[in-house]
C-alpha cells in the first residue's frame, strides 16, 4: 500500500537522494585515490586522511582493539594508503573496500604474533566483469543500499563477522544457536546482497 | 587446472572479514591463487566490507594526527609494484600455490613428514588458532576412518584425488564441510593422495576403529 501513503512515498525519495549523494561521494574518493597514485599531492593526502581516518579508527575499536592501538594502526593503515596507491585498482575495488582490506590485514597482523602473510594473487587479465573506474564505486552502493534492507538477523551475523571479527562457532556460541544456522544466515545475506549487485546492473 | 569444488560463501565471508583462523586463511588463500572464479566472489565479499567501513560512525582522532602522518611521510619508501606472479604450470603437479609455498619454504617431498597410521602420513604446520593445520599424505586405497566435525573443516587437495560421500575431489578443489556433512574419504587412484586441512576445532571420529585411530591421526 506504499503508493496511497504519501508520507512513507516523502520517506522512501529522502532515502533515494541520501543514497545518490553517498553514490556521488564514494565514486569521488575513489578518483581521488586513484589520482594521488599519479600526482602524490599531499594535500589531496590530507583530504582521503580527514575522511577515511575516522572510519578506520571507528572500524579498529569495534574489532576490539584499546584507544591506543586503534589510532596507532589507524596512522599505519593511512601510511600505507600513501606507499601502495599505485597499487590501487578503481576497477576492481572502491577507494572504501581497498582501505578496508589493507586495515583488516593488519588487525590480523596485529592479532597474530606470527607476521600475517599477505599473499599477491595472480592478476586477471582476461576478466570477463572487468568494470570501468568507478562503476565499483556505484556496486558498493548498491550493496550498502541493500545491507540496509537485510532482516535483522542476517545484519547481525554479517555484523558480528566483519565489525567484530568473531568466526562461525564464535557467533554461533554467542548467540546459543547452531553453527549451521549462523552459515545459512551469512549464505542467505550474501544472495540477497548479490541479487542487488547483479540485478541492477 | 580443472577446478569443481568451492568455497560455502559463508567461508569467504569470513575470510574477508578477517575472522578465519591463521590456518584456514592460509587455506583460503591458496585456492584462491588457483581459482579465478573465488577471486571474484571474494572481490564481492571484501566489497561488503568497504560499505560497512562506509557506514560507521567515524571517530574523532588525535588532534595531531595529520601533522604525525604527514611528517613520516618522507620517510616511507613507496612500495615497488609487486613482481608478476608466476605463469602457471597446469602440466607440473608438483607446484605448490604460492600461499602454501611462502609458509612451507621447501618441496612437499622434503618435509619431515611423520606417519600417523597405516598409509597415513602427515606435517603438523604449527600454525596458531583453535585448530589444526596439517598437510596429510594418504596412499591409495586407504580411507580416513569415518568422521564428522565439530566446527568446520576445509581441504584442499594438492596432489592425487579422494572421493567421498560428497563426490570426487582432484588437485586444486576444496572440501568445505561442517558439523552437518558426516563423511570417509577414500583415495581412489594408484596415486597418493596429499592435501592441507585446516580446522577450527577438534574432528569427532564416530566407530570404535574411529576412536582407536583420533589419539594416533590426533586431528
Same mark, same amino acid.
Request: negative net charge; hydrophobic residues 40%.
Given at each position: 500500500m506504499l503508493?496511497?501513503?504519501?508520507?512513507?512515498k516523502?520517506?522512501n525519495?529522502?532515502?533515494?537522494?541520501?543514497?545518490?549523494?553517498?553514490?556521488?561521494?564514494?565514486?569521488?574518493?575513489?578518483?581521488?585515490?586513484?589520482t594521488l597514485?599519479?600526482?602524490?599531492d599531499?594535500?589531496?593526502?590530507?583530504?582521503?586522511?580527514?575522511?577515511?581516518?575516522p572510519?578506520?579508527?571507528?572500524? &579498529?575499536i569495534?574489532?576490539?582493539?584499546p584507544?591506543?592501538?586503534?589510532e596507532? !594502526?589507524?596512522?599505519e593503515a593511512?601510511?600505507?594508503?600513501?606507499r601502495k596507491?599505485?597499487l590501487?585498482?578503481?576497477?576492481?575495488?572502491?577507494?572504501?573496500?581497498?582501505?578496508?582490506?589493507?586495515?583488516?590485514?593488519?588487525? &590480523?597482523?596485529?592479532?597474530?604474533?606470527?607476521?600475517?602473510?599477505?599473499?599477491?594473487?595472480?592478476? %586477471?587479465?582476461?576478466?570477463?566483469q572487468?568494470?570501468? %573506474?568507478g562503476?565499483?564505486a556505484?556496486?558498493?552502493?548498491?550493496?550498502r543500499?541493500? !545491507? %540496509?534492507?537485510?532482516? %535483522?538477523?542476517?545484519?547481525?551475523?554479517?555484523?558480528?563477522s566483519?565489525y567484530?571479527?568473531?568466526s562461525h562457532?564464535?557467533?554461533?556460541e554467542?548467540?546459543?544457536?547452531?553453527?549451521?544456522?549462523v552459515?545459512?544466515?551469512l549464505?542467505l545475506?550474501?544472495g540477497?546482497?548479490?541479487?542487488h549487485?547483479?540485478?541492477?546492473? | 587446472?580443472?577446478?569443481?569444488?568451492?568455497?560455502?560463501?559463508?567461508t #569467504?565471508?569470513?575470510?574477508?572479514?578477517?575472522s578465519?583462523?591463521q590456518?584456514?586463511?592460509l587455506?583460503?588463500a591458496?585456492?584462491?591463487?588457483?581459482c579465478?572464479?573465488c577471486r571474484v566472489?571474494?572481490?564481492e565479499?571484501?566489497?561488503?566490507?568497504?560499505?560497512?567501513?562506509?557506514?560507521?560512525a567515524?571517530?574523532?582522532?588525535?588532534?595531531?594526527?595529520?601533522?604525525?602522518?604527514?611528517a613520516?611521510l618522507?620517510?616511507?619508501?613507496v612500495e615497488?609494484?609487486?613482481?608478476?606472479?608466476?605463469?602457471?604450470?597446469?602440466?607440473?603437479d608438483d607446484?605448490?600455490p604460492?600461499?602454501?609455498?611462502?609458509?612451507?619454504? +621447501?618441496?612437499?617431498?622434503?618435509?619431515?613428514w611423520?606417519?600417523?597410521?597405516y598409509?597415513?602420513q +602427515?606435517?603438523?604446520?604449527? #600454525?596458531?588458532?583453535?585448530?589444526?593445520?596439517r $598437510?596429510l599424505?594418504? +596412499?591409495?586405497?586407504?580411507s580416513?576412518?569415518?568422521?564428522?566435525?565439530?566446527?568446520?573443516e576445509?581441504?584442499?587437495i594438492l596432489?592425487?584425488?579422494y572421493?567421498?560421500?560428497?563426490?570426487?575431489?582432484?588437485?586444486?578443489?576444496?572440501?568445505?564441510?561442517?558439523t552437518?556433512? +558426516?563423511?570417509?574419504?577414500?583415495?581412489?587412484t594408484?596415486?597418493?593422495?596429499?592435501?592441507?586441512?585446516?580446522?577450527d576445532?577438534?574432528?569427532?571420529?564416530?566407530?570404535?576403529i574411529?576412536? $582407536?585411530?583420533?589419539?594416533?591421526?590426533?586431528?
Amino acid at each position: 500500500m506504499l503508493e496511497d501513503d504519501p508520507e512513507g512515498k516523502k520517506v522512501n525519495a529522502a532515502t533515494d537522494l541520501a543514497h545518490e549523494r553517498q553514490a556521488r561521494e564514494r565514486e569521488n574518493w575513489t578518483r581521488a585515490l586513484a589520482t594521488l597514485a599519479e600526482t602524490r599531492d599531499r594535500k589531496l593526502f590530507a583530504e582521503l586522511f580527514a575522511h577515511f581516518g575516522p572510519r578506520v579508527k571507528a572500524y &579498529i575499536i569495534r574489532l576490539g582493539m584499546p584507544m591506543a592501538t586503534a589510532e596507532e !594502526i589507524t596512522q599505519e593503515a593511512m601510511l600505507s594508503v600513501w606507499r601502495k596507491a599505485h597499487l590501487f585498482n578503481a576497477a576492481k575495488a572502491s577507494a572504501s573496500t581497498w582501505i578496508f582490506t589493507l586495515t583488516r590485514n593488519l588487525c &590480523i597482523d596485529r592479532m597474530r604474533r606470527e607476521r600475517h602473510m599477505e599473499y599477491e594473487l595472480p592478476d %586477471d587479465k582476461a576478466d570477463p566483469q572487468e568494470r570501468h %573506474d568507478g562503476e565499483q564505486a556505484v556496486l558498493e552502493q548498491r550493496m550498502r543500499k541493500a !545491507i %540496509d534492507t537485510l532482516p %535483522d538477523a542476517q545484519a547481525q551475523v554479517l555484523f558480528l563477522s566483519y565489525y567484530e571479527g568473531k568466526s562461525h562457532s564464535e557467533i554461533a556460541e554467542q548467540l546459543g544457536i547452531p553453527l549451521g544456522s549462523v552459515k545459512s544466515r551469512l549464505r542467505l545475506a550474501f544472495g540477497k546482497l548479490k541479487q542487488h549487485w547483479e540485478g541492477e546492473s | 587446472m580443472n577446478i569443481s569444488h568451492h568455497f560455502d560463501d559463508a567461508t #569467504l565471508i569470513s575470510y574477508s572479514s578477517g575472522s578465519l583462523p591463521q590456518g584456514m586463511a592460509l587455506l583460503v588463500a591458496s585456492h584462491l591463487h588457483w581459482c579465478p572464479e573465488c577471486r571474484v566472489r571474494t572481490e564481492e565479499t571484501d566489497t561488503i566490507g568497504g560499505a560497512l567501513l562506509d557506514a560507521l560512525a567515524p571517530v574523532a582522532l588525535a588532534d595531531d594526527a595529520l601533522e604525525q602522518l604527514l611528517a613520516r611521510l618522507d620517510a616511507v619508501e613507496v612500495e615497488p609494484a609487486p613482481a608478476p606472479a608466476p605463469v602457471q604450470n597446469s602440466d607440473n603437479d608438483d607446484e605448490l600455490p604460492a600461499p602454501l609455498a611462502a609458509v612451507l619454504g +621447501q618441496p612437499i617431498d622434503a618435509l619431515p613428514w611423520r606417519r600417523v597410521g597405516y598409509g597415513v602420513q +602427515q606435517v603438523d604446520l604449527g #600454525l596458531e588458532g583453535p585448530g589444526a593445520t596439517r $598437510l596429510l599424505r594418504i +596412499q591409495p586405497g586407504i580411507s580416513v576412518p569415518h568422521h564428522t566435525h565439530r566446527g568446520n573443516e576445509l581441504t584442499l587437495i594438492l596432489r592425487g584425488s579422494y572421493t567421498d560421500e560428497v563426490g570426487r575431489f582432484q588437485r586444486g578443489d576444496v572440501a568445505d564441510v561442517d558439523t552437518e556433512v +558426516q563423511h570417509q574419504p577414500i583415495v581412489d587412484t594408484d596415486q597418493e593422495c596429499i592435501c592441507l586441512i585446516a580446522t577450527d576445532a577438534p574432528l569427532k571420529f564416530s566407530g570404535l576403529i574411529g576412536r $582407536l585411530a583420533q589419539p594416533f591421526i590426533g586431528l
